[in-house]
Each structure stands twice: as structure tokens, then as C-alpha cells.
């Protein structure tokens, strides 16, 4: 199965950038698409970006469009959350998620928890106002 490793969280001051990493391990060729999402205290998990790990198309939730940016190294098996323009909203938990290949996937876009089969630990983001 797939293993995922985030690092790069910690505290930073509003309008300032962290960049996430989520380094993957085992059968990776399997991975159809790899997620990003977040959890507050007191709030469902939600979905923040997707990139699929072919052909490196892109998704994102509404709130951080032109904010951050995700991308891989499919050498280093690695995918990336680059955040800019940070706000106290964006504080929470951050997680990364691979989902695995299925032959109904091509073109589909996953934004539910429940469509991944694999998950970090996470790594804690706190903005400060």
C-alpha cells in the first residue's frame, strides 16, 4: 500500500507562505490522483486541492484558488502544497491523500474525503492575525 509523510506546517503571520510536502512511498504507480485537504477544530475534513499523478492536472477549492498551488516530482514522488497570502481561516490540520486507479476515474474529480484510500499523519498550519 501507499505510505504518506507531510512535513513543512508550523506557525506563520497572516499574508505570509508555508509550502507542504507529502512524500509517498510504495506502488505509487497506482495512485490515479493525489488530494489535499484540512481539518479545524470542530469542523469536517474539507477538501483544499487535487493534482492527478499522470498527467499533473489541478483542482481547488473556491477559497484558496489564486492563493496556493499544487504540484509533484513524480522522480521524487513527492507532492507539493505552495500557500501564499495565508489567512487565520486557513489555520487546521493539513492532510494529503492518494487515491488508487480505477478504471472509471479518467476525467473525474474527487473532492470527498471517502473517495481516497490513503492518508498521512498530517501536518498542523496555525496563521496568526
Known amino acids: 500500500q501507499v505510505q504518506l509523510v507531510e512535513s513543512g506546517g508550523g506557525l506563520v503571520q497572516a499574508g505570509g507562505s508555508l509550502r507542504l510536502s507529502c512524500a509517498a512511498s510504495?506502488?505509487?504507480?497506482?495512485?490515479?490522483?493525489m488530494g489535499w485537504f484540512r481539518q479545524a477544530p470542530g469542523k469536517e475534513r474539507e477538501f483544499v486541492a487535487a493534482?492527478?499523478?499522470?498527467?499533473?492536472?489541478?483542482y481547488y477549492t473556491d477559497s484558496v484558488k489564486g492563493r496556493f498551488t499544487t504540484s509533484r516530482d513524480k522522480a521524487e514522488n513527492t507532492v507539493y502544497l505552495q500557500m501564499n497570502s495565508l489567512k487565520p481561516e486557513d489555520t487546521a490540520v493539513y492532510y494529503c491523500?492518494?487515491?488508487?486507479?480505477?478504471?472509471?476515474?479518467?476525467?473525474?474529480?474527487?473532492?470527498?474525503?471517502?473517495?481516497?484510500?490513503?492518508w498521512g499523519q498530517g501536518t498542523q498550519v496555525t496563521v496568526s492575525s
Open positions: 491523500a492518494a487515491r488508487t486507479y480505477r478504471t472509471q476515474d479518467y476525467g473525474v474529480r474527487y473532492y470527498s474525503p471517502r473517495d481516497y484510500d490513503y
Open positions: 510504495g506502488p505509487t504507480f497506482t495512485t490515479y490522483v
Open positions: 493534482i492527478t499523478w499522470s498527467g499533473g492536472m489541478t
